[in-house]
C-alpha cells in the first residue's frame, strides 16, 4: 500500500495544475511525483468505416503541424465527454457524430486525469 506524505503546489495554470507529491511505499522506499492535473480531454477516431479522418494541428511544442484524430479538452463546464466529443468533430472536421464506445481512464494513477474519454464516429 502507498501512503500519500503531503506535497506542495508549484504551478497553478489555465490549462493544468503542478504539485510536488511524496509517497511512501510499501516497502518503506520514499518517492517524489510531480503530478500534473487538469480537467481532461477527449479523443474521437472518426471514420467512415473505409477512411480515419486525422486533422492538421499546428503544435508549437514541437515546431511543426501535426496530424492527429480530432481531439479536445473538457473545458465547458456540465459537458459531458460525449458532448465534448461530438463538438469537437464539428469544431475539427465539421461533422456529427454519434458514440461508438467509451472508457474511463485509470484511476490507479493520481497523474492520470480522473475522466473520461470517449471515442465517437463520424458517417458522412
Given at each position: ?43 474521437i ?43 469537437e ?36
Amino acid at each position: 500500500m502507498m501512503q500519500s506524505l503531503g506535497g506542495e503546489s508549484v504551478y497553478d495554470g489555465r490549462l493544468v495544475d503542478v504539485r510536488i507529491e511524496r509517497f511512501r511505499h510499501a516497502d518503506g522506499e520514499v518517492v517524489t511525483r510531480e503530478i500534473v492535473r487538469h480537467r481532461g480531454a477527449v479523443a474521437i477516431v472518426a471514420h467512415d468505416r473505409e477512411v480515419v479522418w486525422l486533422v492538421r494541428q499546428p503544435r508549437e511544442a514541437v515546431g511543426e503541424d501535426l496530424l492527429e484524430i480530432p481531439a479536445g479538452r473538457l473545458d465547458v463546464d456540465g459537458e459531458s465527454p460525449e458532448d465534448a466529443a461530438r463538438r469537437e468533430l464539428a469544431e475539427e472536421i465539421g461533422g456529427a457524430g454519434r458514440t461508438s464506445a467509451s472508457r474511463s481512464c485509470p484511476g490507479g494513477s493520481r497523474s492520470w486525469p480522473r475522466r473520461s474519454t470517449s471515442a465517437a464516429t463520424r458517417r458522412p
